[in-house]
């Protein structure tokens, strides 16, 4: 029903255009990447047939939310001074000006079982001085904070779990000041995500404080399916690790959801892992790149701290932040492979303004020239557009047409803007 309605939009939007050229007036009608007539198709190729379905309407998450997580580098090694110290360093480094603004404590925050009255208390010896003097510490320097529970008995590291205590918690963690929570799925009794998920959401309303809710069930229900209106954001797959194939594997599953992503609600890959190790400058350059086409969580795993200067220069890429935090909020998606093993892969997606974002993304284990046609990217053929290469900051074509290509070293990523040219006569 709801692709039959995307169809008649698109002839509606056709109308449209024709009465828009003799106004004078931009009609934007049905999906919103249907801009002029310099789209070849783009419904058949950037589907967003269930755009819109899903988001929860509590005002958050009108892009995808950027900030830090302390998992990936300290998982239970933290304390309230990594906490505020990240804090710091988020500002020091510049990163909370350029939107990285969540500051995510995971699991291990809290004692290991609640007080007399049934209340989570933080860990006495991690988190001396509570919750809410930290929520204040942070507030101050103008970021957020959030906070880690689950929706089990016990969390995965075996702390208190929030399941049967959804509105107690909820409540709780309002009062302390908190501003986003991420909620996983260990020890959950064999109860369906769908029963146990749900709850939290009404409890974290009830409060009347606006927490961004995060859900963490790995994908294993496929929540872009039924995750109707329960949360800001929702894990697709297992837990991501400091590797090349985990990388490239999660972006390949989370793909999959491409078209139920939209303001106040996002597919989830789970949080990044650049600056940890594991991976090369181009593979975690790659990395950001397609969490940022994606419209994934910019949620940053490692010791801010502590970053190198490559680091810090790919997280703090404004261009490419600014793909991921465009206003459309249309998710990027795999639209070509070719080579061995399909490893020249070219991903793209509609920006507002009727530009693009396209990566050309290798994942061959050798340098290679990769080619973006613009029939894959839905643009008319005689269609020509400017090329702007995000990591290079500069425009490497001005006047493209019908395709253009570039070198990309082994498992780089390279990313460009496409602000192809509206012209007026319809093929
Ligand atoms: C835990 O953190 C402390 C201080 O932040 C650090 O000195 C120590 O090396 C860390 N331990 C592990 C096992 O990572
Ligand atoms: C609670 O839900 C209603 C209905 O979706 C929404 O309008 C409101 O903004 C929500 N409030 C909070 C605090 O999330
Ligand atoms: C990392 O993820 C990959 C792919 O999912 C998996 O094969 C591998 O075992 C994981 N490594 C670790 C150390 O968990
Ligand atoms: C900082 O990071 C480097 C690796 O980039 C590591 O060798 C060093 O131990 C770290 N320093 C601290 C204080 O954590």
Excluded at 82 to 109: F, M, P, R
Excluded at 334 to 356: D, F, H, I, M, Y
Aim: glycine fraction near 8%.
């Amino acid at each position: 029903m709801v692709s039959g309605k995307m169809f008649l939009w698109g002839f509606v939007a056709v109308l449209c255009f024709f009465s828009a050229l003799l106004s004078g007036v931009a009609a934007r009608m049905g999906p919103p990447i249907l801009d002029g007539d310099i789209w070849r198709s783009p419904e058949h190729i950037f589907d967003t047939s269930n755009y819109g379905r899903l988001q929860l309407n509590n005002g958050l998450g009108r892009t995808p939310q950027m900030g830090w997580n302390s998992w990936n580098f300290f998982a239970c090694n933290i304390s309230e001074t990594v906490i505020k110290d990240t804090a710091d360093s988020l500002i020091s480094t510049g990163l909370a000006a350029l939107g990285y603004v969540y500051v995510n404590i995971d699991d291990c925050w809290s004692a290991p079982s609640r007080d007399m009255k049934g209340n989570l208390v933080a860990d006495p010896r991690t988190f001396p001085s509570g919750i809410k003097a930290l929520a204040d510490y942070i507030h101050e320097k103008g970021l957020k904070l959030g906070i880690y529970s689950d929706a089990g008995a016990f969390t995965c590291q075996v702390r208190p779990g929030s399941l049967f205590h959804e509105q107690n918690d909820a409540e709780l963690f309002a009062s302390w000041g908190v501003d986003y929570i991420k909620y996983d799925n260990c020890f959950n009794l064999g109860i369906k995500p769908e029963e146990r998920y749900p709850p939290m959401r009404d409890a974290l309303n009830a409060t009347g404080r606006a927490i961004f809710y995060s859900l963490c069930e790995w994908g294993v229900d496929e929540p872009a399916l039924w995750a109707g209106k329960v949360g800001n954001s929702w894990r697709t797959t297992d837990d991501i690790n400091d590797s090349w194939v985990s990388m490239t594997t999660i972006a390949d599953l989370n793909d999959k959801w491409a078209s139920y992503a939209g303001p106040g609600g996002w597919n989830d890959p789970d949080m990044l892992e650049v600056g940890n190790g594991g991976m090369t400058h181009q593979e975690y350059r790659a990395h950001f790149s397609i969490w940022a086409l994606m419209k994934a969580p910019l949620l940053i795993g490692c010791d801010v701290r502590n970053m190198t200067t490559e680091t810090l220069e790919i997280l703090s890429n404004e261009e490419v932040i600014a793909v991921n935090q465009d206003p459309l909020g249309i998710q990027g998606r795999k639209v070509s492979v070719s080579g061995e093993n399909g490893c020249e892969q070219v991903w793209a997606g509609p920006l507002s303004g009727g530009r693009l974002a396209v990566a050309l993304w290798n994942r061959c284990s050798s340098v290679v020239s990769i080619t973006a046609r613009w029939e894959t990217l839905g643009l008319h053929t005689s269609t020509s557009s400017s090329v702007r290469d995000l990591w290079k900051h500069e425009v490497i074509e001005e006047n493209a047409v019908e395709s253009f290509e570039a070198r990309v070293d082994a498992h780089d990523c390279r990313v460009f803007v496409l602000a192809p040219e509206v012209s007026y006569s319809v093929a």
